[in-house]
Each structure stands twice: as structure tokens, then as C-alpha cells.
């Protein structure tokens, strides 16, 4: 058990830095060679972690042997536009100027359905509002709708919007983060001042606190024990 | 490119490895099979203390990297290979030379299979 209990351990934290070093797309986003490697390491690393008469080498060789080779390749294909496109493929486009490209949709093995479902996914129940639509190299569907059918903008509107500024947490469930404190130029007399402005005493007491970049601030209260916020 | 030349070194380094993990398991399964092969001569001399002697001395060689060898081959197939000297001791306590030639065989074809095995070569990649 204590074997099993170790190697379980160990193979979970090389799969942990292996996919930390793939990068932070999304399980859904996955490149068909993304999505091989995360299949072929579950398989690999669940082996050696159930088995304990296979030495734990013959999950972990593997394991960093397609870790290296998805590193090498990845290099590669940021530098090699064909490799790219050899190894991702290449988007296709489905619908152009509203009329469907049946070849390619033959091509890729996407059947009427499966394109109508994908447009009223996205509000879209009219092909011939479509100008474009491309399947993606990670699968997923993007709609390109002729201008007239596109939502108008605060620009074309002449209305100056309020630009969006990135909060900045101060306090997380409690928990100060004095460095995000500091990089807004504010202090703890400040700090002090916004607690007690919301009947807090201690940092402790706060859910949530984030500032932005033009002083907007987003104050909530903990819990009580009850449940209520206080 | 630091990712790069981490990830080719990486490689390399396991590359080497296993090069060297197959280069040095046929050595010393074919040493230790020596050592038997050696061990049934003195048997079908019926010098017993002798063949004693050198089948003690292949299995203290083959345990001397026991741990090392856990790590490497299927313990399955390490745990055989102590059992089958087990078996050859107890034949030669008792000298039985038949039953003797025939674990001596049978161990010496499972040490020279687990060298192969690990070569590096087509016909084990294939």
C-alpha cells in the first residue's frame, strides 16, 4: 500500500508539471496533438500507480518522453508555419457569404446538424446571416456575421464608454495581500480607514476587497457563521 | 529556445539511459549465466563443492545489484530468477544432477531472455 501510496504521489506531481508546461488552455481548447498526449499519460501513469510488480520507470520513461517531444514540437511549430500546419492542421472555412462549402464540410466529418447546432449555440438561426464560418484547428466554430447582423458598438454609436480597468484583490476570503496593496500605491492607514468606512476592524473580516486602476472599489463582508453576510 | 534545449537534453538523457540500462542488463545476465554455465561443467564432473561455489558466487553477483535490478527489471521476473537459484542450491545440497541441469537450463535461458529483452535492437522495438 505505502509502494502504491508513493507512486501515486510521484506520477501525479510529473503529470502536474507536465501539463503546467503545456501551457493554460483549456481541456476543451486541445489541439488533436494535445488532446493524444493527455490520453496516452492518464493511460501510462495509471499502470505503474495500480501494479506494483511493474517498476515505476516504465509509467515515468514515457511519461517524459512525450513531455520532451511535446516541448521540442511546440518550440518547432512556433518557429515552422508548415510543421503548424502539419501538425495542428488548418482552419477551414464552412460557410462563405452565407452559402456552405460542402467539400469542406465532407472534409472535416461535419454534418448539417452538427454546423446548425454550432450557430444557434452562438444566437445564430439563419445561415444567410453568415459571411463566414470557420472550424477552428482545436474544433471549435467561429461565426463571422456579415456587418449589417453584427451588434453596433459604442463607437459607431458616438458614445464614449467607461474603459474597463483591471481590478486588483486586496483582500482574498480574509487574507491580505499586502504586494497588490502596495503596487496600487496605497497603504495600511488606507486599508484601515476602508475597513472601518464598512464597520471591519480586521482584514479578516472581508470576503472580498479589489480596487481598480481608476479607485472603483468592490468591498464584501464575510459571512457570519450563520450563513447571513454580516 | 530554453525551453527547447531543456526538453532536447531531457530526451537525450533518457535516450542514454536506456541505452545504457539495456547495455548493462545483457552484461550482467550473460556474466551470471557464465558463472552457471561454468557451475553445471563441475556438476557433470561431479565436483559438487565446486559447482556449489560458483552457483553461490553468480547468485551473490546477480544480488549484489538486487535493488538496482527491482528498480530496472519487472519483479516478476527478478523475484523468478532468485527462485530458480533457490531451487539449484536445494539440487545441489542434495546433488540431484538432473533436476539440477534442469533449473541450471532453465535459469540460464531466463537470464539470457531478459538481456535480449532489453537490447536495444528492431526486433524488440517491433
Known amino acids: ?16 508539471v507536465g501539463f503546467r508546461l503545456m501551457g493554460k488552455r483549456q481541456v476543451g481548447e486541445l489541439e488533436p496533438s494535445e488532446l493524444v498526449l493527455s490520453l496516452l499519460i492518464a493511460d501510462l501513469a495509471s499502470v505503474p500507480m495500480q501494479e506494483m510488480g511493474i517498476p515505476l520507470h516504465t509509467g515515468v520513461i514515457p511519461i517524459l518522453t512525450l513531455l520532451s517531444l511535446v516541448m521540442i514540437l511546440s518550440v518547432l511549430t512556433m518557429k515552422s508555419v508548415r510543421l503548424r500546419a502539419l501538425l495542428c492542421g488548418k482552419p477551414s472555412i464552412i460557410v462563405r457569404e452565407g452559402q456552405m462549402d460542402q467539400r469542406e464540410m465532407s472534409r472535416n466529418r461535419l454534418t448539417v446538424d452538427e454546423l446548425l447546432e ?18 477552428e484547428t482545436n474544433g471549435r466554430l467561429s461565426v463571422l456575421p456579415y456587418a449589417g447582423e453584427m451588434p453596433v458598438s459604442a463607437q459607431q454609436m458616438g458614445v464614449v464608454g467607461r474603459e474597463t480597468c483591471l481590478p486588483l484583490t486586496l483582500i482574498s476570503d480574509g ?15 488606507w486599508l484601515e480607514k476602508m475597513l472601518a468606512a464598512h464597520d471591519c476592524r480586521h482584514p479578516s473580516e472581508v470576503f472580498l476587497l479589489t480596487i481598480d486602476e481608476l479607485g472603483g472599489i468592490y468591498f464584501a463582508k464575510r459571512a457570519s457563521r450563520g450563513g447571513k453576510n454580516a | 529556445m530554453k525551453r527547447l534545449y531543456v526538453a532536447l537534453t531531457l530526451l537525450l538523457m533518457l535516450l542514454a539511459a536506456s541505452i545504457w540500462n539495456g547495455w548493462w542488463i545483457h552484461q550482467l545476465t550473460e556474466e551470471v549465466a557464465a558463472g552457471l554455465e561454468e557451475a553445471m561443467v563441475l556438476v557433470g564432473r561431479e565436483d559438487w563443492e565446486g559447482a556449489a561455489q560458483a552457483t553461490r558466487r553468480a547468485r551473490e553477483h546477480w544480488q549484489k545489484h538486487g535493488s538496482l535490478l527491482r528498480v530496472l527489471l519487472r519483479h516478476s521476473d527478478a523475484d523468478q530468477v532468485l527462485l530458480s537459484f533457490a531451487v539449484m542450491e536445494a539440487n545441489l545440497q542434495w546433488k ?7 533449473a541450471n537450463a532453465q535459469l540460464v535461458c531466463l537470464l539470457r531472455l531478459l538481456g535480449g529483452m532489453e537490447r536495444p535492437a528492431l526486433h524488440n522495438v517491433l
Open chain 1, 118 to 135: 454550432e450557430l444557434r449555440g452562438q444566437g445564430i438561426t439563419d445561415l444567410a446571416r453568415v459571411r463566414y464560418a470557420v472550424l
Open chain 1, 175 to 189: 487574507r491580505l495581500l499586502a504586494d497588490n496593496l502596495h503596487r496600487r500605491g496605497l497603504n495600511h492607514r
Open chain 1, 1 to 16: 500500500m505505502f509502494t502504491i501510496f508513493v507512486r501515486t504521489v510521484i506520477l501525479y506531481v510529473i503529470i502536474i
Open chain 2, 96 to 102: 540431484k544432477a538432473d533436476q539440477y541441469a534442469a
